[in-house]
């Protein structure tokens, strides 16, 4: 929601402060695409321990189980 506002209020001030229609929707797509990669970051950011956990838990299930002798 906050996200809705901000874009609200930059579409806003770059409306009175004279930009055209499509420097407008140029601005847009960028801040956007900053919004959409910010938001993938602390998505990132805040998984990385469960992740972390993850990779921890596989590598010590691989270790403890026998290696299989292969028949071909």
Same mark, same amino acid.
């Given at each position: 929601m906050l996200e809705l506002f901000f874009l609200i209020g930059f579409v806003v001030m770059l409306m009175v402060t004279g930009i055209s229609l499509l420097g407008v929707f140029a601005a847009l797509l960028v801040a956007a695409a900053f919004m959409l990669l910010g938001g993938l970051l602390a998505i990132v950011i805040k998984l990385l321990p469960w992740l972390i956990l993850a990779v921890v838990?596989?590598?010590? =299930?691989r270790s403890v189980q026998k290696p299989q002798i292969?028949? =071909?």
């Open positions: 838990g596989v590598w010590i =299930y292969r028949r =071909y």
